[in-house]
């Protein structure tokens, strides 16, 4: 970052007291409008915010969108559409979250970029399985393409709408899952689907779309006009921005009234300390891939070493740390050389944040040490003379191209293997002392309980599953 962006007020961004920093947000939109460079260090803060504020307050990811919503009409077409695309793709990510509040800031936030983003929206409509998620909302954008000029967005766009209407037609889908798209093209005045848009009404539930069929034929007829549908994004920021930032700024407080007693308990729970750690400086100083893996890597140093060396995190020592690390995990963890270069630098900030705030007293000595073993590390987990059956059995899963962040697919692979009798497996279990036994639906690492992909994740994170630790599984995955 150059001294002109390093000295925005950045610490307004994540401070967690008091009400929206409107001027900071200006500042910062004024400077996305001079500086070009600055949407790229944005875009990091997002990222980094969206890994916090699961284990605490923050409202910074909150903050980028609407900083790039009051800078929207400033900025040219090329700059808009970066950024537009930015905000839609994390858009469709805050719909696997199921995260509402984030959804409607981001659908805002995407809308003021204008109709420039109207093909990356469908792009995204389009990697959408089901109507869950973000669906209603990147539906809901189509509407922009109503202020396009070029006729090949508006012809993709009315071919996509009256695409998802007739396959409603067919019964393919059900009919409320298209009133957006109907919205649209009554909003861009195509009347030949008009008997369509009649047809999908009558077949929706009273309160289930069909109020909303009704509105767009009667715009299709010319009796209701354009301002009775307005859109959020053709609010002030600050209208549709303040409600949903209070939204969420009561969320903490009530969940901070909750978990009190818990975030307060003494730092031997590995869950405490990592959500101690992961709201650091330490932390928040890593690479962003390095700090999306790091919850996964530290708590799972401290639950080893806590499970099988008896040590608790303000008790760790050198002969803790190379069990675990240069023993337990190449024999349990399943990942690739990408994944476990991580490991080391990971910990090495765990160990020093832990000598900071005076936990661990020689923590910065046995950070040294673990920068040391980084290349073992690897060499070691990469083995697989090393590898433990349930990891072996994952890594064989994973070369014969099996997500095996997918609990189903693993089950289907290692049942298709026992029916043909592969002599692979070990004839013995492993040891109980220091591996627990594995039963063919354990995910990664072998001790781990069986966790479905939309569970709550169970480092404490409070994402699902597949968007904290099962995401770090499949970064690993791919790192083969």
């Known amino acids: 970052m150059d001294n002109k962006l390093s000295q925005l007020p950045w610490q307004e961004l994540w401070r967690t007291q008091g009400e929206i920093p409107w001027p900071a947000l200006e500042t910062f939109a004024d400077a996305v409008v001079a500086e070009p460079g600055l949407a790229d260090e944005l875009f990091k803060t997002y990222e980094q915010a969206r890994g916090v504020s699961p284990t605490g307050a923050c409202y910074a990811d909150l903050y980028v969108p609407a900083i790039f919503a009051l800078a929207a009409p400033r900025l040219d077409e090329e700059r808009r559409r970066v950024i537009g695309e930015f905000l839609v793709k994390k858009l469709a990510e805050a719909g696997e979250d199921d995260d509402d509040v984030m959804m409607e800031i981001l659908t805002s936030a995407s809308g003021s970029m204008g109709p420039i983003i109207v093909l990356a929206v469908l792009d995204a409509i389009a990697a959408e399985s089901d109507a869950d998620g973000a669906w209603f909302h990147l539906w809901n954008l189509t509407a922009l393409a109503t202020e396009a000029e070029d006729p090949f967005v508006r012809d993709q766009t009315v071919r996509a709408c009256a695409g998802l209407l007739e396959r409603a037609d067919r019964g393919e889908i059900r009919p409320d899952e298209g009133m957006e798209a109907a919205h649209t093209l009554a909003l861009l005045g195509r009347t030949e689907y008009t008997k369509l848009l009649e047809r999908l009404g009558a077949k929706c539930e009273p309160f289930f779309g069909r109020a909303d069929y009704e509105e767009a034929v009667r715009l299709l007829k010319g009796s209701a006009n354009r301002e009775e549908w307005p859109q959020a994004w053709e609010e002030p920021v600050r209208k549709w921005f303040e409600p949903r930032w209070q939204t969420?700024?009561?969320?903490?407080?009530?969940?901070?009234?909750?978990?009190?007693?818990?975030?307060?308990?003494?730092?031997?729970?590995?869950?405490?300390?990592?959500?101690?750690?992961?709201?650091?400086?330490?932390?928040?100083?890593?690479?962003?891939?390095?700090?999306?893996?790091?919850?996964?890597?530290?708590?799972?140093?401290?639950?080893?070493?806590?499970?099988?060396?008896?040590?608790?995190?303000?008790?760790?020592?050198?002969?803790?740390?190379?069990?675990?690390?240069?023993?337990?995990?190449?024999?349990?963890?399943?990942?690739?050389?990408?994944?476990?270069?991580?490991?080391?630098?990971?910990?090495?900030a765990l160990l020093e944040w832990m000598a900071s705030e005076g936990i661990l007293e020689n923590g910065s000595a046995l950070a040294r040490l673990v920068h040391g073993w980084s290349e073992q590390i690897v060499d070691e987990a990469m083995d697989p003379e090393n590898w433990g059956s349930a990891k072996a059995m994952a890594m064989e899963a994973e070369q014969a191209g099996v997500d095996i962040t997918d609990e189903e697919a693993l089950q289907r692979f290692w049942y298709a293997r026992a029916l043909h009798s592969l002599d692979d497996l070990e004839p013995n279990p492993p040891d109980q002392t220091e591996e627990p036994p594995v039963t063919p639906t354990a995910p990664i690492v072998e001790h781990t309980p069986k966790v479905g992909r939309n569970d709550p994740c169970p480092c404490g994170s409070g994402k699902k599953y597949k968007k904290c630790c099962g995401r770090s599984a499949k970064g690993q995955a791919a790192n083969t």
């Open 248 to 348: 969420i700024r009561d969320w903490f407080a009530r969940r901070g009234a909750e978990e009190l007693e818990d975030v307060s308990s003494d730092l031997t729970v590995p869950a405490n300390m990592v959500r101690r750690f992961m709201k650091s400086q330490w932390a928040g100083d890593l690479p962003q891939d390095l700090f999306e893996d790091a919850p996964f890597i530290t708590r799972r140093l401290l639950e080893y070493a806590e499970t099988y060396d008896g040590t608790a995190p303000n008790e760790l020592d050198e002969q803790t740390l190379r069990h675990v690390l240069l023993d337990l995990f190449p024999r349990t963890v399943a990942g690739g050389r990408g994944f476990f270069a991580k490991v080391a630098p990971a910990v090495e």
